[in-house]
């Protein structure tokens, strides 16, 4: 538990502006002290965490900011590595999730003290990312769809997802199908 509570210790100096502590921080923490009294999900499962807009998480035009959607999709995979019950295995490993890009689209505004679910999923995998769908939604109705390219990062450099799968007691677990949607997001960024 010493690696995470240093992590958590960076996290709280790094967020830290004036003395004030800011609250995505506590979600963040909120979540991973929740994912542990949760019920266990499969790597391939959907994790849920429902949240609220806070006035902090508001731009000018009185909604949620949109960097604010990532923050909270990054909660929304911390949820999914507690739940599986690989964030402490992963923390003790001294390896860091690392988000190397994300793609998102705005469907609905979420306004002040509205509540909000993420719902996270790894989608698939190749020899180095994991692929994560996160949708979010409001009342039933989708506010933003985002997906994110992800892996971890150890001492001795980027974990493979056959190392994760194997760790998580699935070693022969086949990736699913990419969906056609992250091909594309894939075969755009190369270009």
């Given at each position: 538990m010493l690696p995470v509570a240093s992590c958590l210790l960076l996290d709280w100096q790094l967020a830290t502006r004036n003395g004030q502590l800011m609250v995505v921080l506590f979600r963040l923490i909120w979540a991973l002290v929740r994912s542990q009294?949760?019920?266990?999900?499969?790597?391939?499962?959907?994790a849920t965490v429902t949240m609220r807009v806070w006035p902090n998480d508001l731009d000018l035009n009185v909604h949620m900011n949109s960097g604010r959607y990532l923050s909270m999709m990054d909660?929304?995979?911390?949820?999914?590595?507690?739940?599986?019950?690989?964030?402490?295995?992963?923390?003790?490993?001294g390896w860091r999730p690392i988000a190397a890009a994300a793609t998102i689209r705005?469907?609905?505004?979420?306004?002040?003290?509205?509540?909000?679910?993420?719902?996270?999923?790894?989608?698939?995998?190749?020899?180095?990312?994991?692929?994560?769908?996160?949708?979010?939604?409001c009342r039933g109705e989708v506010a933003a769809i985002g997906y994110v390219r992800g892996l971890l990062r150890g001492r001795e450099?980027?974990?493979?997802?056959?190392?994760?799968?194997?760790?998580?007691?699935?070693?022969?677990?086949?990736?699913?199908?990419?969906?056609?949607?992250i091909a594309q997001w894939i075969a755009a960024e190369l270009r």
């Open positions: 009294f949760k019920p266990r999900v499969n790597l391939l499962d959907e909660i929304g995979r911390v949820e999914i590595l507690g739940r599986t019950r690989l964030l402490r295995k992963i923390f003790g490993r705005y469907r609905r505004s979420l306004l002040a003290f509205q509540r909000f679910t993420v719902r996270t999923r790894v989608l698939c995998w190749d020899e180095k990312w994991l692929y994560f769908r996160h949708v979010i939604e450099g980027n974990i493979a997802p056959a190392q994760i799968l194997a760790l998580a007691g699935r070693p022969d677990l086949p990736s699913p199908p990419m969906p056609p949607e």
